[in-house]
């Protein structure tokens, strides 16, 4: 047993699941250049004290995936359970679809290769079904696109590969308030970790970017479907170091934002804060 303080993790996404909460996350100790290892699940009955880890993706010797295992979420559609979730390798970051039949099984390689273009380099791809047609969400990175993109692509409907051509949602600049922020080669406007929360007739996509010198995350809202257009917030929701968040409804009915903070190696945790009144 873990108290959540001693569990380094980023990224943090929690599914309600048979009266416990199951947290996936990225949990390799070097996310940047050491070769990645898989993923593992956390679970616990009351946000604060977790079982685990429990290794739920290990890499095989012919996945292509070498580093940056990143950003897993699961998301349950027609029966099953489906990790999204980043990877780079052979010189390209994208997303990928794994699949199990049970939350806390061994998940596998699902989709054909990536369902991000093979051209971008992109990342944090998440779920959303509207109409009875799945979309992924996903960021098409500023050291790509310099001017962070959140880019909405079609699936198919047994998530197995992209249908159609990707559509920009909206880009970091859109919002007004994101910092540029430099690397040691690039220069840009970050977008990261869009999630998708229907609540009444509107949607509401959390994202996070930079601001005033820290990690930040922030809502867009639609009214008129996951095509938009998406409305930003003036400034961010919060901004005190935190940032790649989600959505999920406790058992006694609140509604929890997960995020991870501080956004520095290797002290990130995960937080959980009672936004029910919030959103």
Same mark, same amino acid.
């Given at each position: ?78 029966? &099953? ?9 052979? @010189? ?10 049970? /939350?806390? =099984? ?10 991000? *273009? ?14 009875? /047609? ?13 001017? =962070? ?7 198919? +409907?047994?998530?197995? &590969? *992209?249908?159609?051509? +990707?559509?920009?949602?909206? &880009? ?15 220069? @840009? ?38 095509? =938009? *257009? ?35 190696? *290797? ?5 959980? &804060? ?6």
């Amino acid at each position: 047993m873990k108290h959540i303080s001693e569990i380094q993790i980023r990224d943090p996404f929690i599914v309600p699941e048979n009266g416990k909460y199951f947290m996936f996350g990225t949990t390799d100790p070097d996310i940047w250049n050491a070769e990645g290892q898989g993923f593992d699940v956390y679970v616990t009955e009351d946000l604060e004290n977790f079982i685990g880890p429990v290794n739920v993706f290990s890499k095989s010797d012919d996945f292509w995936g070498e580093k940056n295992f990143w950003a897993p979420e699961v998301h349950k559609y027609n029966g &099953r359970y489906y990790m999204f979730a980043t990877f780079y390798g052979s @010189g390209k970051r994208g997303s990928q679809i794994l699949a199990s039949d049970t /939350v806390d =099984g061994k998940y596998k390689p699902h989709s054909e290769g990536l369902i991000t *273009p093979e051209n971008w380099f992109s990342l944090d791809a998440t779920f959303y079904v509207e109409n009875g /047609v799945p979309y992924t969400v996903f960021c098409h990175e500023w050291i790509d696109a310099v001017d =962070g993109e959140i880019v909405l692509q079609r699936l198919s +409907p047994d998530l197995k &590969r *992209p249908e159609g051509e +990707p559509e920009v949602l909206f &880009r970091a600049t859109d919002a007004g308030w994101p910092d540029r922020i430099s690397g040691d080669k690039h220069s @840009g406007y970050v977008t990261d970790g869009p999630f998708i929360y229907k609540k009444s007739n509107e949607l509401i996509m959390l994202w996070s970017s930079f601001y005033k010198g820290k990690y930040a995350i922030t809502a867009a809202r639609s009214e008129n479907g996951i095509k =938009g *257009p998406w409305k930003q917030e003036k400034t961010p929701l919060f901004w005190d170091d935190c940032g790649h968040g989600m959505l999920f409804r406790t058992y006694g009915g609140k509604l929890m934002l997960s995020v991870h903070s501080p956004n520095k190696s *290797p002290y990130e945790r995960a937080c959980f &804060r009672d936004v029910t009144d919030k959103l």
